[in-house]
């Protein structure tokens, strides 16, 4: 089976690759984290003028109706350029669960950023003190919802919110919005391990030891080495995943499981290779690595930790 993506989505990643690459995400991600969302607010409007906040929003609402493989290559780019903000639950998910309220508009054109607790798997709501739409899903069924207590996260660009319903329930299809968050963050995970691995390599080719470029020595080219296999592994995985909810396949949930354990075993082991690349630069603050370490360790146990997501491929094999 043919995983390449067409002419077209390469095309719509290289563009919002252009758009993101000349946005200082950093210094965006650190004013986030630090309680300005206005340099994130400006990413956000750049991703909805190329389409992205516009991917799963059906046409009627002036949506685009994508393809979920258009999602995961867009969201792999979210991924790789570290965009703040609920990415997962305003793109990927809130469509989903709205089915057909009119506040669709507003996602695809950007006057609305959503945010989403699922319970149990989802307790709490990202940045909902940033999102203009909380929802709330429970069992089959949604609600508007209002932020509650603050929770730390160990990634200071995700703050976590309990949320209370405020608004009366109806029947939303949860499952496969599940689904959708799951999808959605493999992808970024695949795309925060691109961009580590990327930045390892650069760091190798620059940096010395006892004399000689570290990049040259046969350690470093296995460790790179293995990070690029594991991610060439998952990428597959994720796209299958992807064709497996487009088709309705009765083998989504487990496709999408296996997706979501690939792309999170290689984003760590990304993670772990670029720490020891990079040394002891890598766990400072000021070093931009420090911000996708940080998101690694935040999305891998969002939308299902890889031990949930284990047992429901193992489930769905037995």
């Known amino acids: 089976m043919n ?28 004013a986030w984290a630090a309680g300005d969302t206005a340099p994130g607010r400006k990413v956000w409007a750049q991703l909805t003028d190329l389409g992205v906040t516009a991917l799963l929003v059906p046409e009627k609402f002036d949506g685009i109706e994508a393809h979920p493989v258009d999602l995961v290559v867009a969201l792999e780019r979210l ?4 965009v703040p903000g ?14 057909d309220d009119e506040r669709l508009g507003g996602l695809a054109s950007g006057e609305l950023i959503a945010t989403v607790a699922a319970p149990p798997l989802v ?9 203009g739409l909380i929802l709330l899903a429970e069992g089959d069924s949604i609600s508007d919802a209002t932020a509650g207590q603050e929770h730390e996260s160990v990634d200071p660009a995700r703050k976590l919110f309990e949320v209370s319903a405020s608004g009366e329930s109806r029947t939303a299809d949860v499952v496969r919005a599940l689904e959708f968050g799951a999808l959605a963050t493999a992808a970024q995970l695949i795309g925060a391990a691109q961009a580590m691995l990327d930045g390892s390599v650069e760091y190798a080719k620059q940096r010395s030891q006892f004399g000689t470029v570290i990049g040259t020595y046969q350690a470093i080219k296995h460790k790179l080495a293995d990070v690029l296999i594991a991610i060439e592994l998952a990428r597959p995985l994720v796209y299958g ?27 760590l082991l990304a993670a772990r290779s670029s720490l020891q690349t990079h040394g002891a630069i890598g766990y400072t603050q000021e070093h931009d690595l420090s911000l996708l370490l940080l ?24």
């Open 3 to 30: 995983f390449e993506i067409d002419e077209q989505q390469r095309d719509f990643a290289a563009s919002i690759d252009a758009a993101l690459g000349a946005a200082d995400l950093p210094a965006a991600v650190r």
């Open 79 to 82: 991924g790789k350029w570290n």
């Open 86 to 99: 609920p990415v997962t639950e305003s793109i990927a998910v809130a469509p989903v669960l709205l089915g």
């Open 123 to 131: 307790p709490r709501a990202v940045d909902a003190d940033a999102a």
């Open 241 to 267: 995943a992807a064709l497996s909810l487009a088709d309705g396949s009765p083998d989504a949930a487990r496709d999408v499981s296996a997706a979501k354990v690939a792309a999170a075993d290689a984003a």
């Open 295 to 318: 998101r690694v360790q935040a999305l891998r146990p969002a939308w299902g930790d890889p031990t949930w997501h284990r047992r429901r491929v193992l489930e769905a094999l037995s």
